[in-house]
C-alpha cells in the first residue's frame, strides 16, 4: 500500500508543480502579440502556398511539353 500511496503523493506534487509553472512562472502573450503573431504565420503560409502552386504549374506545363499527350 505504501506504494501507491508514494506515486500518489508524487503525482500530486507534479500537478502542483505543472499549475505554479503555468499560473506564475510562464508569460503569456498580450491579445496584440497574440495577433501580430497570427497575421505573420497566416502570411507565411499563403506566401508558401503561392510559391507551392506556381512551382506545381510550372511543373506541369514543363513535363506537358516533355510528354506531350
Known amino acids: 500500500m505504501s506504494k501507491i500511496g ?3 503523493n ?7 508543480a505543472c499549475y505554479d509553472e ?4 510562464t508569460t503569456w ?10 497575421v505573420i504565420v497566416l ?3 499563403l506566401v508558401i502556398a503561392v510559391v507551392v502552386f506556381v512551382m506545381d504549374l510550372v511543373f506541369k ?6 510528354y506531350p499527350g
Open 29 to 38: 502573450p498580450t491579445p496584440h502579440e497574440l495577433t501580430h503573431s497570427a
Open 10 to 16: 508524487r503525482f500530486e506534487n507534479y500537478c502542483i
Open 43 to 45: 502570411t507565411a503560409s
Open 61 to 66: 506545363n514543363l513535363m506537358g511539353v516533355i
Open 22 to 25: 503555468l499560473a506564475h512562472k
Open 6 to 8: 508514494n506515486l500518489c
